[in-house]
């Protein structure tokens, strides 16, 4: 019933930026939150940045003052700008919405991520 669907994700150098979206679609009568996480090989999926209805922004420490999230609610689209990136940052990026449809249930979607590969 909805559909998420990043892009943005590559390969770039140490200190580089990337920019990364996530597009929501089908049927969609409010959309509570929207966020990325990431999982890196080996590791468990967690949690980067979320925005919520209202424009608050929550950051996982690690990427504080590099990452920032923002959405154009217009669009129903979530935008990660990733600043000075380091290798550890390598991962699969999801997006992922708390989605209130219009039967008017609410579920947790996710998109089918994008790599983003940060080299030394």
């Known amino acids: 019933q909805v559909q998420l669907v990043e892009s943005g994700g590559g390969l770039v150098q140490a200190g580089g930026s990337l920019r990364l979206s996530c597009a929501s679609s089908g049927s969609i009568f409010r959309i509570n939150r929207m966020g990325w996480y990431r999982q890196a090989p080996g590791n468990q999926r967690e949690l980067v940045a979320f925005?919520?209805?209202?424009?608050?922004?929550n950051y996982a420490d690690f990427v504080k003052g590099r990452f920032t999230i923002s959405r154009d609610y217009a669009k129903n689209t979530v935008y990660l700008q990733m600043n000075s990136l380091k290798p550890e940052d390598t991962a699969v990026y999801y997006c992922?919405?708390?989605?209130?449809?219009?039967?008017?249930?609410?579920?947790?979607?996710w998109g089918q991520g994008t790599q983003v590969t940060v080299s030394s």
């Open positions: 925005i919520i209805s209202g424009g608050s922004e």
């Open positions: 992922n919405a708390d989605v209130t449809t219009t039967d008017l249930l609410t579920r947790i979607y």
